[in-house]
């Protein structure tokens, strides 16, 4: 059974950067879709980005499209969500999560072993 730990949330003004980490145990995660989610306080759970499993695809809601950027090191079993030019809508609970789907899901119904989150707060 696959457990997951998100890392590298804090506190960063608008247009700042931060790198979340979402290392793996108990299983190698090379078989699975990965995705990071987001929730914002009142709001439902909202797809953000997801990787295929040998990592040369990845797909990105709309909103985060040209600023974040997924990727994930198959050895280190630890997927990575670079965020740039941050705003302050990009402020949420970020979590990781796999997937055994296949092609592009991207309903949080489709994945599983969700993480603890990691907050993100981006401050105007």
């Known amino acids: 059974q696959v457990q997951l730990v998100e890392s590298g949330g804090g506190l960063v003004q608008a247009g700042g950067s931060l790198r979340l980490s979402c290392a793996a145990s108990?299983?190698?995660?090379?078989?699975?879709?990965m995705g990071w989610f987001r929730q914002a306080p009142g709001k439902e759970r909202e797809f953000v980005a997801a990787i295929s499993r040998s990592g040369d695809m990845s797909y990105y809601t709309d909103s985060v499209k040209g600023r974040f950027t997924i990727f994930r090191d198959n050895v280190k079993n630890t997927v990575y969500l670079r965020m740039n030019s941050l705003k302050p809508e990009d402020t949420a609970v970020y979590y990781c999560a796999h997937s055994t789907a296949w092609g592009a899901p991207r309903r949080a119904a489709d994945f599983g072993a969700w993480g603890q989150g990691a907050q993100v707060t981006v401050s105007s």
């Open positions: 108990g299983r190698t995660l090379n078989s699975y879709i």
